[in-house]
Nanobody, 120 residues
């Protein structure tokens, strides 16, 4: 079982910054890709950014150049630094991890979500 604890959401003015963190805990698994998704009211959940265990990153076009994803493999933690925030970045942000269990089989887990609100 993998537990995910997210932190760092909140209210910020447009142009400001926030940093989200997501720590994974548990045993019996290897973590592969860690990422962040978001879901705005009335919209589908979408990928914001993800990062492999080797450090390769992938970003949604809408956040390229403004958001930076990183991870600390020793701490099983992924971060999302969000700069130059816009009102349209307002959403619930979800941490997502996937990988393989030592006893076999793939897994994926979602965090509980953290609200990010950008006021214009």
């Amino acid at each position: 079982q993998v537990q995910l604890v997210e932190s760092g959401g909140g209210l910020v003015q447009a142009g400001g910054s926030l940093r989200l963190s997501c720590a994974a805990s548990g045993s019996g698994f290897n973590i592969g890709v860690m990422g962040w998704y978001r879901q705005a009211p009335g919209k589908q959940r979408e990928l914001v950014a993800d990062i492999t265990s080797g450090g390769s990153t992938n970003y949604a076009e809408s956040v390229k150049g403004r958001f930076t994803i990183s991870r600390d493999n020793a701490k099983n933690t992924v971060y999302l630094l969000m700069d130059s925030l816009k009102a349209e970045d307002t959403a619930v942000y979800y941490c997502h991890v996937e990988g393989r269990r030592w006893l076999g089989g793939n897994y994926q887990y979602w965090g509980q979500g953290t609200q990010v609100t950008v006021s214009s």
